[in-house]
């Protein structure tokens, strides 16, 4: 092969294959943004969550479920952090009302975790009435549960 054949397989074979690995490799800001959210149909609280995840524009799915254990155990959500409803964001399980500012660190610092989450349903969080109460968020997957902060 002489020395211009070479150059133009690497222009026209091997630079579009680099660059499109380089493409896939890159996180994509609007898949981030997407959520799908597990619900009980009775549950009126993750409704309230939802509606202030659309205020700060992610595009909400929403699934209603009859057996929301399955779908906690599916994404790994351990039985000590569950609360009513479960989100799928950006590759993590998302698990009761996690505020913004939680979501937010946790797609822009991508931790090697399964999830992230906010046990019970603490009273004043993102879609729950009533004064505000410390707001711990837990990530979970990699050994016990850390805390991530509280908001």
Same mark, same amino acid.
Request: net charge neutral; aromatic share 6%.
């Given at each position: 092969?002489?020395?211009?054949? %070479?150059?133009?397989? &690497?222009? %026209?074979?091997?630079?579009?294959?680099?660059?499109?690995? +380089?493409? @896939? &490799?890159? =996180?994509?800001?609007?898949?981030?943004?997407?959520?799908?959210?597990? *619900?009980?149909?009775?549950? !009126?609280?993750?409704?309230?969550?939802?509606? $202030?995840?659309?205020?700060?524009? %992610? @595009?909400? @799915?929403?699934?209603?479920?009859?057996?929301? !254990?399955?779908?906690?155990?599916?994404?790994?959500?351990?039985?000590?952090?569950? #609360?009513?409803?479960?989100?799928?964001?950006?590759? $993590?399980?998302?698990?009761?009302?996690? =505020? *913004?500012?939680?979501?937010?660190? &946790?797609? /822009?610092?991508?931790?090697?975790?399964?999830?992230?989450? #906010?046990?019970?349903?603490? #009273? !004043? #969080?993102?879609?729950?009435?009533?004064?505000?109460? =410390?707001? =711990?968020? $837990?990530? %979970?997957? /990699?050994?016990?549960?850390? *805390?991530?902060?509280? +908001?």
């Amino acid at each position: 092969m002489n020395r211009k054949a %070479f150059l133009a397989l &690497l222009v %026209f074979v091997v630079a579009p294959a680099a660059i499109a690995g +380089y493409l @896939t &490799l890159r =996180p994509n800001p609007a898949a981030a943004r997407e959520v799908i959210v597990h *619900l009980d149909p009775n549950c !009126g609280c993750c409704h309230g969550w939802i509606t $202030y995840l659309r205020r700060h524009g %992610f @595009t909400v @799915t929403i699934k209603e479920e009859q057996d929301m !254990g399955r779908i906690k155990d599916k994404l790994g959500v351990p039985a000590d952090l569950q #609360s009513c409803h479960t989100a799928e964001i950006g590759g $993590y399980a998302v698990e009761g009302h996690v =505020p *913004l500012a939680a979501l937010e660190k &946790l797609l /822009q610092e991508r931790p090697d975790v399964a999830g992230i989450a #906010s046990p019970g349903m603490p #009273s !004043g #969080s993102p879609g729950m009435d009533g004064p505000k109460e =410390p707001n =711990p968020i $837990y990530a %979970f997957g /990699q050994g016990s549960p850390k *805390l991530m902060g509280t +908001y």
